[in-house]
């Protein structure tokens, strides 16, 4: 069965570092989205993307985040100057037609 | 967005059916309802997506009356590994791919 991949599953960094966090979707899909679930929390929407551009962000996703899909099959969440409310399980999905959302097992950051 | 309200939590024992409801008095026209599955530490997984009336798969049923302004899903027969916090989304699929609101979810805990 396909599967969304993220890497790293856990990443340690110090509050002020750039992050980049990043998700290969399924193959076919054409659309893909950044969610991030704070411990104990909701999962939050933060951006959505199609056709190489951003469909739509939250209010979360303010000047230090940005998205690319540099090649053909990565798609990434670059997070420029990590604050200590950073700290988050970061989802990444990815969607065809049919509007399922496949979710992968997601990437923890720590913010020190 | 639709907004929806579901209860936080709810307790079962093994073998009994589970039925979650889900309140969304704004539902839009264009709508569909999407219930995932999200296990701890991991990212939400999909269950199943209905318009209206019903629609069952090998792992649920969703009942959608006619006026749409709640659903219900029932899971027959759960088990320990149903354990699970559960969401209820509400959102127009059709090609424009809109971003999912995540609510609180239900939480089941299931016991022998």
């Known amino acids: 069965e396909p599967e969304v991949t993220q890497t790293p599953s856990h990443q340690v960094t110090q509050m002020g570092q750039e992050v980049i966090l990043r998700c290969v979707p399924i193959?076919?899909?054409?659309?893909f989205y950044w969610y991030r679930q704070i411990l104990g929390q909701k999962v939050e929407f933060l951006v959505s993307?199609?056709?190489?551009?951003?469909?739509?962000k939250s209010e979360i996703f303010d000047d230090q985040f940005s998205v690319e899909r540099p090649d053909g099959s990565n798609f990434t969440l670059k997070i420029r100057s990590t604050k200590l409310e950073d700290s988050a399980m970061y989802f990444c999905?990815?969607?065809?037609?049919?509007?399922?959302?496949?979710f992968g097992e997601g990437s923890r950051l720590t913010v020190l | 967005l639709a907004k929806t309200t579901q209860p936080i939590s709810m307790d079962s024992y093994e073998g009994q059916e589970v039925n979650i409801t889900c309140s969304h008095n704004?539902?839009?026209?264009?709508?569909?309802i999407t219930w995932y599955q999200q296990f701890p530490s991991q990212g939400p997984r999909f269950i199943i997506q209905g318009y209206k009336t019903k629609v069952t798969n090998e792992v649920a049923s969703l009942f959608i009356p006619a006026d749409r302004k709640s659903s219900t899903l029932s899971l027959p027969r759960v088990s320990l590994s149903d354990t699970a916090v559960y969401y209820c989304l509400v959102g127009d699929y059709g090609g424009s791919q809109g971003n999912l609101i995540f609510g609180k979810g239900t939480k089941l805990s299931v016991k022998p």
């Open positions: 999905a990815s969607s065809g037609d049919a509007g399922e959302l496949f």
């Open positions: 993307f199609y056709n190489n551009e951003i469909s739509e």
């Open positions: 704004n539902i839009a026209t264009n709508d569909y």
């Open positions: 193959s076919n899909h054409l659309y």
